[in-house]
C-alpha cells in the first residue's frame, strides 16, 4: 500500500468493515518490534456488542486446533514441557 505525500494510506473496504472503521472513527498505532498495528478504537460498542464479537471469533476459532486425544492439562504440559517442580526426574 502506498502512502501519500501527506502521510495517507487507505485502509481497504474488508478491514474497515470487519473493524467497524468508518468516518470519524479513530485509530491508534502501535509498535510491535519491528511492525506496526493500526488498532481501531471501539468507544461506541456496548458490551454486549463485544461479547458477540468475541463469540464470533470464537465460532470462528472452533475445530481448529487437533488436540490428538489430549485432555487439555496434557496438552498444556506439551506445550510448556516437564516442571521440575512436579515431576523430579
Do not use: N, W, Y
Not at 498495528?37 to 456488542?49: G, I, S
Not at 476459532?61 to 521440575?84: A, Q, V, Y
Amino acid at each position: 500500500m502506498r502512502v501519500t505525500e501527506k502521510g495517507q494510506v487507505t485502509i481497504p473496504k474488508p478491514i474497515r468493515d470487519k473493524l467497524g472503521i468508518g468516518p470519524g472513527s479513530e485509530v491508534e498505532f502501535v509498535e510491535r518490534g519491528e511492525a506496526v498495528e493500526v488498532v481501531a478504537k471501539r468507544l461506541d460498542e456496548t458490551p454486549q456488542q463485544r461479547r458477540e464479537r468475541l463469540q464470533r471469533h470464537l465460532d470462528q476459532m472452533r475445530g481448529t486446533i487437533d488436540l490428538g486425544g489430549m485432555t487439555t492439562d496434557e496438552f498444556m504440559d506439551s506445550l510448556r514441557g516437564p516442571r521440575d517442580d512436579l515431576d523430579p526426574r
